[in-house]
């Protein structure tokens, strides 16, 4: 079994002063809790102010994207070592609104994925299928081919500075939440499609879309779940705070 990891997913959410707020409440009701770990994903620009105001606590901040070039003429895009020296250590990688709003291919991904991973920031892999996939049962198809990317990577790199989120792309903002035997049946999926490639122990498996108090403690109680990737429930200490309590038992 793995360590519990609730990841915030902030988006295009809150600024500099907003971000460090909710983060200085929320470190305040983590304060180095060891039973789980908590990481944070604000916008690039408050990364720094989130981890002055989370200095500490033992909570990690990231990013939402990276790219895979050193430096040059990528306009809008933010580099390892410029993240780097903001003080991140990760970043998402994948998810769903990068897929499908701004048409980011597997094979980008896989780039993105080993700069990061070449220069030691940890890597949250985001993968999932669209309603219609899911429709026309091609979820497992779909899981497989974006994992494929990744598993050359553990291969590569092991699993060390990975964790792997499966975000149900109709779940996400959504509302529906999967149920806990879609849950299952992708996160078994995914562990045993990654260890029967790999060998290796496999990463840490978070579940995200529309994850909230209500429905987290059924989430967290399967086997192969190791934690959450949550968007709208974390941006607010109300709601985040039942989250933050369900991992800690
Ligand atoms: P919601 O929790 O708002 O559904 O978002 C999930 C997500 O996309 C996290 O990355």
Redesign the pocket.
């Known amino acids: 079994m793995h360590k519990p990891l609730l990841v915030a ?1 902030w988006k295009m959410n809150l600024g500099i002063s907003a971000s460090a707020l909710l983060a200085k409440e929320i470190a305040s009701h983590y304060k180095n809790n060891s039973s789980y770990d908590l990481w944070l994903a604000p916008s690039y620009t408050a990364i720094e102010a989130t981890i002055k105001a989370s200095a500490s606590s033992g909570i990690k901040i990231g990013a939402q994207n990276v790219h895979w070039e050193k430096s040059g003429a990528f306009t809008g895009e933010i580099s390892v070592a410029i993240l780097q020296e903001l003080g991140a250590s990760f970043s998402l990688i994948g ?2 609104e990068r897929r499908h709003i701004f048409y980011e291919s597997d094979e980008m991904l896989a780039k993105r994925a080993e700069c990061a991973l070449n220069n030691n920031l940890t890597i949250i892999y985001c993968i999932g299928e669209t309603l219609q996939e899911r429709t026309e049962n091609k979820t497992i198809q779909v899981l497989e081919q974006q994992l494929s990317p990744l598993i050359n990577l553990i291969k590569k790199f092991t699993s060390k500075n990975i964790v792997i989120a499966y ?1 149900p792309v109709w ?3 959504t509302g529906k939440v999967a149920t806990i035997e879609d849950i299952q049946i992708a996160h078994g999926f995914i562990s045993k499609k990654v260890s029967d490639c790999t060998g290796e122990i496999v990463p840490r498996l978070l579940y ?4 909230t108090a209500e429905n987290f403690q059924d989430i967290i109680n399967l086997d192969v779940v190791d934690g959450a ?5 974390s941006l607010s200490v109300e709601k985040f705070l039942p989250l933050m309590r369900i991992c800690s038992v």
Do not use: F, K, Y
């Open positions: 997913n998810h769903s975000e779940a996400i903002g995200g879309g529309s994850v990737l949550v968007g709208g429930a």
